[in-house]
């Protein structure tokens, strides 16, 4: 399955990211889910891959030199981190953009420094928050000039342009004062004092939260200077026409052109050395001298091709086929990566049979949830999930950990309906069976058809009559968040954060956030008055601790209303050749980090 991530929709296909699932989540409206027929089976457990939940290659003493040539069925969404969208689009943009901070590829819990000189200064109210940049990188040519905190401040103010419309700037940095009115032009709460310094208010407290956000492609340097007349084009060619300020660029002939030059929607991405980077100014290695990506193909063939081949990595998720042949001959060449999503499956609480909470809880303990394991690879892509908070989240501790969560209803993961059939009683239906007259709509993704399958096999078993549709993963998409079209159950959804806070997960079931015109973020459209009240208490916390503790307990709140119900954590297994010293980024769905990779 290959991750794609999206803001305001977030759509991962786990049918994309792995056969068998899709996952979609707070994002983008859109997704490059790639096709595939769920696996029946999987390799054995105890095939767990080579990395421990902390990646142990950092991608210390890696060789110098070299072609790395990447190969993917998916395409980039887009190159302008303004509008990135998707693990695919940053594993690209975090080569050849420096935003604020980012991430180690081996920790996906702390920034690091990246732009950024330090870490932020927060005021003593939590209100105003500086960050004082790098005065040493310089934009890639043509620009050829030092970057400046105005050219920080461009990039975030242009995500609020129409043209641009950046899915991230609404959902991440609404707090900054005068975000609500924003349309591109200068944002009030955004000063910049001196050339290397960017000072935010906030309307509120929430300094914890929003610190965070300043890892996201949106923060990478804009020099307005270059970009203004294209992002005046509706919409805007930025992103074929840029600079970079990352270690690489994108292959551009002299008038920073891109697209048709390094860059081939379909075909290939080219990057190469930005002449302008200093490696005394980063913390990446940057070992290979060039990228060479070839988009397109069949997965199964290009997972071969890199099993076999030399200087090659796949960047995106391996498919059941890829990980058994690579369990069975290549185990040196595959990684897994506990905790890079979580898959779950929506129940419409506000619509239909499931807006009572009994009827949810007996779907929830009646669902073989380890039929849909084997379906999506078997354990060695994936683990059991009981709550939301996936491993290598902060709060998933807290939550519970491995553990199931102490409800009755989540107890057996291969289903029980003794357990089911009391819930059912107790929502009114003495036979333990649904004899009520409503059909349940289910939809799920036609190119991973098992979840929809063992959702409608389950649902029958209950008693209640189904309707199945299987749709492409846009349309599928477009269903779920569309509220008015009175889904029931999407078999295929889930969630992965983009910041490294679990206040990310609350858009999946913030009862303010329930969109009714559509692109809804909360798609069992859950509106607890108990869960938002913690939500927003969670949310002015600014403590990493008392964070954990909170939303780990909100978690909890969640699974307890069984208004979705969690799946699978995914482990993402990758492949490289035998001659790659691949280092994977945990903190972006497990891909590969283009700037520590190296060749051997």
């Not at 950024?116 to 960050?131: F, L």
């Not at 081939?264 to 940057?286: F, I, K």
Request: negative net charge.
């Amino acid at each position: 399955m290959n991750g794609h991530r999206c803001r305001t929709w977030r759509a991962l296909g786990i049918g994309a990211l792995l056969p068998g699932l899709v996952v979609a989540a707070a994002g983008c409206g859109g997704s490059n889910a790639s096709a595939g027929t769920a696996a029946t089976s999987g390799p054995s457990a105890g095939h767990e891959g080579k990395l421990p939940p902390a990646n142990a290659n950092d991608g210390a003493g890696g060789t110098k030199g070299g072609v790395l040539h990447v190969v993917s069925a998916s395409d980039i969404s887009s190159l302008d981190p303004g509008q990135s969208t998707n693990p695919m689009d940053w594993s690209a943009i975090y080569a050849t953009q420096r935003p604020l901070y980012s991430f180690k590829p081996s920790d996906p819990l702390h920034l690091v420094p990246d732009l950024a000189k330090g870490m932020p200064e927060v005021s003593a109210d939590h209100k105003t928050v500086t960050v004082h940049i790098r005065d040493d990188v310089r934009f890639s040519p043509p620009v050829n000039r030092p970057v400046t905190s105005a050219d920080v401040k461009y990039a975030i103010e242009r995500g609020a342009n129409p043209h641009v419309a950046s899915g991230e700037f609404h959902s991440y940095f609404s707090s900054i004062v005068g975000a609500d009115k924003a349309d591109g032009g200068p944002i009030p709460g955004i000063e910049t004092p001196d050339a290397t310094t960017l000072v935010f208010h906030l309307t509120k407290p929430v300094s914890g939260f929003f610190t965070q956000t300043l890892m996201l492609p949106l923060t990478a340097p804009v020099p307005k200077d270059f970009a203004a007349k294209y992002d005046a084009m509706k919409p805007t060619r930025y992103g074929n026409y840029q600079v970079a300020t990352g270690p690489y660029m994108v292959k551009s002939d002299a008038s920073g052109k891109v697209t048709g030059v390094g860059y081939r929607p379909g075909e290939s991405l080219t990057l190469v050395r930005n002449p302008n980077w200093s490696a005394t100014t980063d913390y990446r290695p940057a070992y290979v001298d060039e990228v060479d990506w070839s988009i397109g193909g069949d997965p199964v063939v290009l997972g071969r091709q890199v099993l076999t081949g030399n200087d090659m990595i796949l960047n995106e998720t391996a498919g059941a086929a890829t990980i058994q042949l690579a369990f069975q001959r290549y185990p040196e060449q595959i990684f897994t990566i506990p905790g890079t999503l979580v898959a779950f499956i929506p129940l419409n609480t506000a619509h239909g049979p499931f807006a009572n909470a009994d009827l949810r809880r007996a779907v929830y303990a009646a669902l073989d949830r380890e039929a849909i394991i084997r379906a999506a690879g078997g354990t060695a892509a994936n683990e059991l999930a009981t709550h939301f908070l996936y491993p290598n989240s902060i709060g998933f501790e807290q939550a519970g950990g491995y553990d199931t969560l102490g409800y009755d209803f989540q107890q057996h993961p291969n289903g029980d309906m003794a357990v089911a059939e009391r819930y059912m009683k107790k929502a009114g239906y003495p036979s333990g069976k649904y004899t009520g007259d409503d059909t349940v709509t289910i939809v799920g993704l036609s190119t991973a058809k098992s979840n929809a399958q063992i959702v409608d096999a389950t649902l029958r078993k209950l008693g209640f009559h189904t309707r199945v549709r299987l749709l492409d993963v846009s349309a599928m998409i477009t269903f779920c968040g569309t509220p008015k079209d009175e889904v029931d159950v999407c078999a295929n959804w889930g969630w992965s954060h983009n910041v490294p806070d679990p206040q990310d997960v609350a858009r999946e079931f913030d009862g303010r956030l329930i969109s009714h015109s559509g692109g809804n973020q909360n798609i069992p459209q859950l509106n607890d008055p108990a869960i938002n009240a913690a939500i927003d208490r969670a949310s002015a916390l600014n403590g990493v601790d008392a964070r954990a503790a909170a939303w780990g307990a909100i978690d909890k709140q969640i699974v307890g209303t069984a208004a979705a119900i969690p799946t699978v954590w995914t482990k993402a297994p990758i492949v490289e050749s035998s001659d790659v010293d691949g280092v994977s980024a945990v903190w972006n769905t497990g891909l590969w980090d283009l700037s520590f990779t190296s060749l051997k």
